[in-house]
């Protein structure tokens, strides 16, 4: 959900739309505490998962498993704070709008292309004119052989001679041109059924294609200059975590090479279009980058990692406990830094894809893992930080004292055995049931008993950990890398396998 807001708000930047829709609230797996599920129900509605959202994916599971709870999407994210950079409403505000009740408001979070246009804008006159919308269809927005990116620069239009359609008020095409022999070994490098080349691959090839000793490829905007020359461009993006698109950060930009031809610029498509309701259909989140799109220039990339790391936060109470538990986690070393990790089990337990099935086996592989990082930060020296604007190192590294071999670590996992959380628990694991007290559930409320709004205090906790060590096919280990990032952590202190 969190990855979808981020790209949709890029989008909506880009097409420099008035109003960007969020919907109003959000589904939680479940309660997080083991009480009676009718307490939560006290203050979130509770769902069926696959009533909800017209899945089947938990059918199989006990009647318990596939409840869920909604809960305000203010909740989870600082709507306030947002606002300062977004246009943003709710989709029960846009309802509103329109003179319906927003109960109406789809539990899936779909857009209901009928339901939410029968009826006018309150503040319209002429009670007839229903609010326009306009539909991209997923297969339009990056069909195999084509890179997405989020405009297309008039010094590139210039040298592909791009030529706007006709009959169309938006989008446009590159004109047919002869391929030199340094572009068709570009384009066999690449390898049948891709459309994009890493960086030094490119500059592989141009260094075995006898350029000339004057052509100096260890200067990057003399490669760029040679690969434009020959019809293909230079993109921006994040690299990858471990070859995979699940954890989704930002914090490491990098390189990669296209032929023009391939390139669609979303705002060159669809910035003219005159509609009330602009939806992009379907979905553009796995296997892509973040933002769901690659950028032409630095700049674009770099104002995209910051609107994620600063732009979509918690509400302010998240930050405050997380602050609150990481102090706890000091107090239980005597004052030491403390290192934590992040045990994906619970559905990736059932789907077999943990990193390890039995929590024993889990729970050394994260002792294993942090012991290294305990040796990395002894030794880590000068601090630095990753490629993020206006980030400096985290002085704390430096200040406390280093963790023992033998101290206890936090653990955020999804793991409700309580065979299994007891195992885990004796390897040295400390929950976060371990450092809340009943002052803290007073004092912020109801959302504490929801699993979801807990993760999200879990992140804000492991952003103050000295070391961290995820799971790289788990979107939240993407989220605390990009929140330890924006705070200034060394990426010596994070591993992610």
């Not at 769902?47 to 938990?58: C, H, P, Q, T, Y």
């Not at 059932?350 to 942090?370: F, G």
Request: net charge negative.
């Amino acid at each position: 959900m969190r990855y979808i807001i981020d790209a949709a708000l890029l989008q909506a930047d880009l097409l420099n739309v008035p109003w960007f829709f969020l919907r109003t609230s959000m589904r939680a797996r479940a309660n997080t505490i083991f009480v009676c599920s009718t307490v939560c129900a006290d203050y979130a509605t509770m769902v069926n998962k696959g009533d909800a959202i017209g899945l089947d994916e938990w059918r199989e599971l006990p009647i318990e498993q596939q409840m869920g709870f909604r809960i305000p999407i203010s909740v989870m994210i600082n709507i306030p704070h947002l606002r300062k950079r977004h246009p943003v409403i709710t989709a029960s505000d846009y309802l509103r709008l329109h003179g319906q009740d927003p109960e109406n408001e789809s539990s899936s979070g779909y857009w209901l292309r009928d339901w939410y246009h029968f009826q006018a804008n309150v503040f319209e006159t002429d009670k007839t004119k229903l609010p326009s919308l306009f539909v991209i269809e997923n297969h339009w927005y990056d069909p195999s052989n084509v890179n997405r990116v989020d405009y297309i620069s008039p010094a590139m239009k210039r040298r592909g001679k791009w030529e706007r359609y006709p009959t169309l008020e938006s989008g446009g095409y590159w004109p047919p041109m002869e391929p030199t022999e340094l572009s068709v070994r570009l384009a066999s490098a690449m390898g049948e059924g891709k459309a994009i080349m890493e960086w030094n691959t490119a500059k592989y090839v141009l260094a075995s294609a006898e350029l000339g000793g004057e052509v100096n490829l260890d200067n990057d905007e003399v490669v760029e200059r040679v690969l434009n020359a020959h019809g293909w461009e230079v993109l921006h993006t994040f690299a990858s975590t471990l070859g995979m698109e699940f954890a989704k950060t930002v914090v490491q930009s990098i390189k990669e090479v296209a032929h023009r031809s391939s390139i669609r610029g979303f705002k060159d498509d669809y910035y003219r279009v005159d509609a009330d309701v602009v939806i992009l259909a379907g979905e553009t989140h796995l296997g892509r980058k973040p933002g769901a799109m690659r950028f032409t220039g630095p700049r674009a990339r770099a104002n995209y990692a910051s609107m994620v790391v600063h732009g979509i936060v918690p509400p302010r109470w998240v930050f405050d406990l997380g602050e609150i538990l990481a102090s706890r986690m000091r107090e239980l070393v005597d004052g030491r830094l403390w290192m934590g990790a992040h045990m994906r089990r619970g559905d990736f337990v059932r789907l077999s894809w943990a990193m390890e099935l039995s929590p024993q086996a889990h729970v050394l592989r994260v002792k294993d893992r942090l012991q290294a990082g305990r040796t990395v930060v002894e030794h880590l020296g000068n601090l630095t930080t990753y490629d993020l604007d206006g980030v400096t190192p985290d002085l704390e590294q430096t200040t406390l004292a280093l963790p023992f071999p033998d101290d206890p670590f936090y653990v955020a996992t999804d793991e409700r055995d309580p065979n299994a959380r007891q195992a885990i628990a004796d390897g040295g694991a400390v929950f976060i049931s371990d450092l809340l007290t009943k002052e803290d559930r007073r004092r912020f409320g109801w959302p504490l008993m929801i699993t979801d709004v807990l993760a999200l205090v879990e992140q804000r906790l492991l952003v103050h950990s000295v070391f961290f060590y995820g799971h790289a096919m788990s979107s939240l280990a993407g989220v605390i890398t990009n929140m330890r990032a924006a705070r200034g952590a060394d990426p010596r202190t994070m591993l992610i396998d």
